[in-house]
């Protein structure tokens, strides 16, 4: 059973930096894909950034390219998102999340941690 605690959230302006960091626990993560998801009031949820414990192969959504990165530490079984030039349309609660490698959808998540950007 994989267990997922998220971390680093917080409110910035706009322009500013946050790391969100994911620990996880119980279950090996080889074959598996660890996600970062957010949800912003009234909008559906919205897979930001995905990486492949195994390869470290990343996937990156087009509204945050070259702005956000994805990283793993296998040592911490830890997942990054790096979070710079925030905007205040970033604002949403962010998901961790995980899914065997194939799945359509995650199916274990983290708590949640909320990031408002201020304008």
């Known amino acids: 059973q994989v267990h997922l605690v998220e971390s680093g959230g917080g409110s910035v302006q706009a322009g500013g930096s946050l790391r969100l960091s994911c620990v996880v626990s119980?279950?090996?993560?080889?074959?598996?894909?660890m996600g970062w998801l957010r949800q912003a009031p009234g909008k559906e949820r919205e897979v930001v950034s995905a990486i492949t414990w195994s390869e470290g192969r990343t996937y990156v959504a087009d509204s945050v390219k070259g702005r956000f990165t994805i990283s793993r530490d296998d040592a911490r079984k830890t997942v990054y998102l790096q979070m710079y030039s925030l905007k205040p349309e970033d604002t949403a609660v962010y998901y961790c999340?995980?899914?065997?490698?194939?799945?359509?959808?995650?199916?274990?998540w983290g708590q949640g941690t909320q990031v408002t950007v201020s304008s």
């Open positions: 999340a995980v899914k065997r490698r194939g799945a359509a959808t995650y199916d274990r």
């Open positions: 119980g279950s090996t993560l080889v074959n598996y894909v």
